[in-house]
T-cell receptor, first 117, second 114 residues
Framework: SQTIHQWPATLVQPVGSPLSLECTVEGTSNPNLYWYRQAAGRGLQLLFYSVGIGQISSEVPQNLSASRPQDRQFILSSKKLLLSDSGFYLC????????????????FGAGTRLSVL | AQSVAQPEDQVNVAEGNPLTVKCTYSVSGNPYLFWYVQYPNRGLQFLLKYITGDNLVKGSYGFEAEFNKSQTSFHLKKPSALVSDSALYFCAVRDPDSSYKLIFGSGTRLLVRP
C-alpha cells in the first residue's frame, strides 16, 4: 500500500533563517506531488505541484520554492523565512491520469506546523 | 469560474442525530467530487469520491454523500453522528482546466455534542 511521510511535524524558525521541509511517498511510482499551505486552520492554498522529477509548477508568487530531486521526494524550501510563512504545510500525492488509482484523488501527509518568530 | 462552496462555517449536531454537511459546485463538464476530513493538527483524510455511476456514494467511517446534478450539490451525510466525528470537513472538485489539481471548499467545522 502507498504511504506518505512528511517531516518534521513541527518547526519553529527565526525570521530570515532557511527552511527545508521534506515529503516522501512509498508504494507507488511517478506520482503527482503537491505542497499546500493551510492558514488559520481553514482553507487550503496550493503552492506547488510536480508531475515528474525536476518538473515544478508554482501556483502563487512567494518566498518559497520546491524541488523534486527523486521520483518520490518533494522538498519545500526557503532561503529566508518571513513571518507570513507561518502556517500548516501539507504534502500530498496522486496517481497519474490513466493509472488505476487515478481520477485525481489526493492523499495527504500528516503536515508540518511552521512557526516563524 | 470553477468553484466549490461550503455555505456553513460550522455545523452543530447532537450525538446520535443525523448530520449533513453541505457542498455545492460550479464546474464545466462532468464533475469529479471528493470529501476529506481533517482532525486537529493532522493532514486531510480521504472519505469518499464521486466519479460516475450511482448518485449515492458510501465512504469511510459510515459517511455517505449524494450527488445531485440538477442542484449541483454533493452533500455529506451520516445517519447517526458520533462525538468523534467532530472535525473539519472539506469538499473538493477536480479542476477541469488542469489534469492534476483539485479545487477545495473553505471547509466546514462539524461539532457533535455528547
Amino acid at each position: 500500500s502507498q504511504t506518505i511521510h512528511q517531516w518534521p511535524a513541527t518547526l519553529v524558525q527565526p525570521v530570515g533563517s532557511p527552511l527545508s521541509l521534506e515529503c516522501t511517498v512509498e508504494g507507488t511510482s511517478n506520482p503527482n506531488l503537491y505542497w499546500y499551505r493551510q492558514a488559520a486552520g481553514r482553507g487550503l492554498q496550493l503552492l506547488f505541484y510536480s508531475v515528474g522529477i525536476g518538473q515544478i509548477s508554482s501556483e502563487v508568487p512567494q518566498n518559497l520554492s520546491a524541488s523534486r530531486p527523486q521520483d518520490r521526494q518533494f522538498i519545500l524550501s526557503s532561503k529566508k523565512l518571513l513571518l507570513s510563512d507561518s502556517g500548516f504545510y501539507l504534502c500530498a500525492w496522486s496517481a497519474i491520469p490513466g493509472h488505476r488509482e487515478g481520477k485525481r484523488t489526493q492523499y495527504f501527509g500528516a503536515g508540518t506546523r511552521l512557526s516563524v518568530l | 469560474a470553477q468553484s466549490v462552496a461550503q455555505p456553513e462555517d460550522q455545523v452543530n449536531v447532537a450525538e446520535g442525530n443525523p448530520l449533513t454537511v453541505k457542498c455545492t459546485y460550479s464546474v464545466s463538464g462532468n464533475p469529479y467530487l471528493f470529501w476529506y476530513v481533517q482532525y486537529p493538527n493532522r493532514g486531510l483524510q480521504f472519505l469518499l469520491k464521486y466519479i460516475t455511476g450511482d448518485n449515492l456514494v458510501k465512504g469511510s467511517y459510515g459517511f455517505e454523500a449524494e450527488f445531485n446534478k440538477s442542484q449541483t450539490s454533493f452533500h455529506l451525510k451520516k445517519p447517526s453522528a458520533l462525538v468523534s466525528d467532530s472535525a473539519l470537513y472539506f469538499c473538493a472538485v477536480r479542476d477541469p482546466d488542469s489534469s492534476y489539481k483539485l479545487i477545495f471548499g473553505s471547509g466546514t467545522r462539524l461539532l457533535v455534542r455528547p
